[in-house]
């Protein structure tokens, strides 16, 4: 089967650009929600008003990036936990004698909340890999030229400007 070309595929409408397009966002305030523990709340002020800074964050992003904070906040705690307990825990009978060992569950609890903050991270481009795929543009002032233009459509395929046509 033949490729068709970026040209036939922007014709007929059905052309998908696979390179990543930079969001256009407008700077919003971040207020330290209510709903986070004391210590995700200030994971959220070091975080939040840094990438709200960089025009990196919309009212949209709020949830999960509280959901990131609870889980880095997760990590932390468990992380002191286990700095007083021991790793391995011994597991004794009726008779105080140790029959087993076991791996402390703290540990595998941290792993997981670090692994979620690192999945949800990559998200506001938190890790040094993830920054590099981002571009974020500022939002500008768009001239009266620019307000008239989104007043107008392009028609599919057609190449044809025409003026929206306003419902009754």
């Known amino acids: 089967m033949r490729k068709t070309s970026?040209?036939?595929?922007k014709a007929k409408g059905t052309f998908r650009n696979k390179n990543i397009v930079g969001l256009v966002i407008d700077k919003c305030d971040y207020t330290?929600?209510?709903?986070?523990?004391?210590?995700?709340?200030?994971?959220?002020?070091?975080?939040?008003?840094?990438?709200?800074?960089k025009m990196?964050?919309?009212i949209l992003d709020r949830k999960m990036l509280m959901m990131y904070c609870?889980?880095?906040?997760?990590?932390?705690?468990?992380?002191?936990?286990?700095?007083?307990?021991d790793i391995i825990l011994q597991l004794k009978d009726k008779n105080q004698k140790v029959v087993n060992f076991m791996k402390n569950p703290k540990l595998?609890?941290?792993?997981?909340?670090?692994?979620n903050a690192h999945r949800i991270g990559m998200h506001f481009g938190l890790t040094p890999l993830s920054r590099t795929k981002i571009n974020?543009?500022?939002?500008?002032?768009?001239?009266?030229?620019?307000q008239n233009?989104?007043?107008?459509?392009?028609?599919?395929?057609?190449?044809?400007?025409?003026p929206i046509q306003k419902a009754m």
Request: hydrophobic share 30%; glycine share 4%; net charge negative.
């Open 136 to 146: 974020i543009t500022a939002k500008k002032e768009s001239s009266p030229e620019e």
């Open 32 to 53: 330290t929600p209510n709903e986070l523990t004391e210590a995700a709340r200030k994971e959220w002020e070091q975080i939040a008003s840094d990438l709200s800074g």
């Open 149 to 162: 233009l989104d007043k107008l459509t392009l028609l599919r395929g057609k190449g044809k400007i025409v």
């Open 6 to 9: 970026e040209t036939i595929k």
């Open 70 to 85: 609870e889980e880095v906040a997760k990590y932390w705690k468990y992380q002191n936990d286990l700095q007083t307990e």
């Open 108 to 115: 595998d609890l941290s792993d997981k909340a670090l692994t």
């Open 56 to 58: 990196m964050l919309t």
